[in-house]
């Protein structure tokens, strides 16, 4: 299907003049900065924090493309995945207008995101697989739907979604798809990133926030054409990654043999604790996961997640969700917190 982006974007967004910063015009080379009215003289630490970060942090760009094997130019860096969601929102879909579609049980922040957008939510929940119902998500689509979310592996069944459901709607959805990857390193199934260059509505986010444990400095990931990599840079904050996390981001990006043990060990916990808690009584299903996490379906979830906490151990009690009903979702731990996690579990009498 031949996508015409200029027809997708919002009209102000393509008139929209950005703010652009000196540095960011300048191209030579320069050793004395007095242009953005920083504190020349330094700061009160021991790193140098006083000048503000490259806008478009090129230098982790330049190392996400050696790994990924993705060029720089189609690589978009936003304060987490929510900045990436909260942009697409705002360059794509008109308030009180246009309308998305996600798939329930999915990632809250989408539909969250619409709601602050003012953007109609249109939900076509997947099947009782856990897989995307490709027939009603086509059967839902109108003149004003502007953006399909899927998330693969999903959040909190902990799946990945069919690939040939994925690319017949890449295929025939006449919007924006974007595929959310945050548990891709967990996953045998491969990422959708080398398909940029077959859909240019294509948007694939990822994170370094779950394998590569740099939640607190919220990097997220975006790939996509260049054309919506502009988009997307001409929206975003001039500075909206901060320069301790550009820094500590690129150097941990070196250290990929660290980060494969990790998933490696994460993995393995996985099926420990997905056996030992099946064999209890009141465990009615441990869904199989291709993310760090376990969807666990008992009799009283309610009863168990407070036990849980009384012991001093937090989960998701996902009870709520669509097709989730008594069910938790457990986030795989280091091998002691999964000792405790099974002990505490045994002592539960549901």
């Known amino acids: 299907m031949a996508i015409d982006l200029n027809k997708l974007v919002r009209k102000n967004i393509q008139q929209l003049k950005p703010y652009s910063s000196a540095r960011h015009e300048f191209t030579g080379k320069a050793s004395v900065f007095l242009d953005a009215n920083e504190n020349a003289y330094g700061s009160p630490m021991e ?8 806008p478009l942090q090129w230098q982790l760009k330049f190392q996400l493309a050696r790994i990924k094997g993705v060029p720089a130019e189609n690589i978009f860096i936003g304060n987490g995945s929510d ?34 957008n003012d953007v109609a939510i249109k939900r076509v929940n997947l099947t009782v697989s856990y897989q995307l119902d490709v027939p009603a998500i086509l059967a839902a689509i109108d003149v004003n739907t502007k953006m399909l979310f899927i ?9 990945d979604m ?33 398909e940029l260059t077959i859909y240019p509505n294509l948007i694939v986010m990822q994170t370094l926030s779950k394998a590569w444990g740099m939640a607190a400095l919220r990097v997220g990931l975006c790939y ?26 690129t150097e941990a990006l070196t250290n ?10 994460v993995v393995a916990q996985k099926d420990w604790v997905g056996d030992e808690l099946a064999d209890l009584s009141y465990v009615e299903k441990v869904y199989p996961s291709d993310a760090n996490f376990i969807l666990v379906k008992v009799r009283d979830a309610e009863g168990l997640y407070k036990f849980l ?37 045994k002592q539960y009498k549901g």
């Open 47 to 54: 790193d140098e924090y006083n000048r503000y970060p490259d």
């Open 83 to 116: 900045e990436v969601i909260d942009l697409a929102y705002r360059i794509f879909c008109d308030p009180q207008k246009d309308n998305v579609i996600i798939c329930p049980p999915t990632y809250g922040m989408y539909e969250v995101s619409a709601n602050i």
């Open 151 to 159: 998330c693969s592996p999903n959040n909190p069944t902990g799946n």
């Open 162 to 194: 069919k690939r040939d459901d994925v690319v017949e709607l890449l295929n025939t959805f006449p919007g924006i798809v974007i595929i959310d990857e945050a548990y891709i390193n967990y996953s045998k199934q491969k990422t959708f990133i080398q």
């Open 224 to 249: 996509a054409s260049m054309d919506i990599i502009d988009l997307f840079n001409k929206v975003k904050p001039p500075y909206n990654i901060n320069e301790a996390s550009q820094q500590m981001a």
């Open 256 to 265: 990929t043999t660290l980060v494969n043990g990790w998933i490696k060990e």
């Open 309 to 345: 906490a009384e012991n001093g151990i937090v989960v998701r009690n996902r009870s709520r969700e669509p097709l989730c009903e008594n069910s938790l979702r457990i986030t795989i731990g280091t091998p002691a917190e999964n000792k405790k996690l099974v002990q505490i579990f």
